[in-house]
């Protein structure tokens, strides 16, 4: 299903069951206890389509996690100002999401003296997708107790888990002819010519790198805007997705977002009837690509997750619906 439609869907359902609670913003919502959105990467990249997101923000808010930053130098310096409403006057924001994703403070009490360490999340669970992809331990979690207080915005998105599952012989066939990855199958090229092979299908797929494994990604969410956040969240972690899957060689799958105190602020009510008046089917799923190489010059290689740049990101045939322009935030 398109995910502009199952995005519909979820708008339509708080209206229509929403109950109102207050909060800490003192801007009203109408929410919902628990809702879980799916989407399925074959079907194209999620982007809402019946309003426009600012795809740079997106992009750079996601790298910005991955640097490990506490701070919004970087998002201002390319043009970003999501995290400004949250930010004291320097731009620190305390230890949110780039802390606890790649520098996890622990402490060693195996010594008489304590030893202090740092856990880099996303290097783990790339290093356990590729020795241990069965592993139920392939998750990050950015709601670190010990150093809530000292966030200036907890974390809403609060943990994702990875799961894998292998590939049929089949499927991996599709992906060996469908990008040309080496000679027809049953056939070896021998001095520029092709010559009857004595090696299996599987054989042949292993050779020329054929992914073996699709990944799926679901994310957990305490607290959902979903007017103004949840477009965001869906495209951040199929960004992510993406990228896991680059990493490891396997095939991007579903993404799923468990979601919790689902809500639409009462100031937003307005442009969601607005929004649901638009025709969700009238644009297709835009496709994504990703520049996975860098080059020292004379030869390319691949590109680490904490390596990848904004212009490694290629959204293709994103037609869309028009914003509104100064829709107020809740903070």
Known sequence: MQATHEYHKLLQYILDNGKTKTNRTGTGTKSIFDYKIKFDMEQGFPL???????????????????KGSTNTEYLKENGVSIWDEWAD??????????????????NDYSEIKIHTYNINQIQNAIDTLKNNPDSRRIMVSAWNVGDIEQMALPPCHWAFELYTEELTEAERGQIFR???MGPKLGFDIVNG??????????????????PSRRLHLK???RSVDTFLG????????????HMFAQQTNMVPGTL???LTNVHIYDNHMEYVKKQLERQYYKYKAPTLLINGHDTDGKEYFPKGIFHYEY???DIQNYEYFPNWKNVPIAV
């Open 256 to 258: 799923v977002g468990d």
């Open 193 to 210: 010519k092709p010559v009857p092979s004595k090696k299996t299908n599987t054989e042949h797929y292993n050779e020329y790198n054929v």
């Open 230 to 241: 949840l477009p965001f969240n869906i495209a951040s972690y199929a960004l992510l997705l």
């Open 219 to 221: 994310w957990h969410q």
């Open 48 to 66: 809402i389509t019946t309003k426009k997101l600012h795809i740079k923000s997106i992009i750079h808010e996601l790298l910005w996690f991955l």
């Open 311 to 313: 212009d490694d990101f």
């Open 89 to 106: 006057e320097n731009g620190n924001l305390g230890p949110v999401y780039g802390k606890q994703w790649v520098s996890w403070t622990a």
């Open 178 to 180: 469908a990008e040309a």
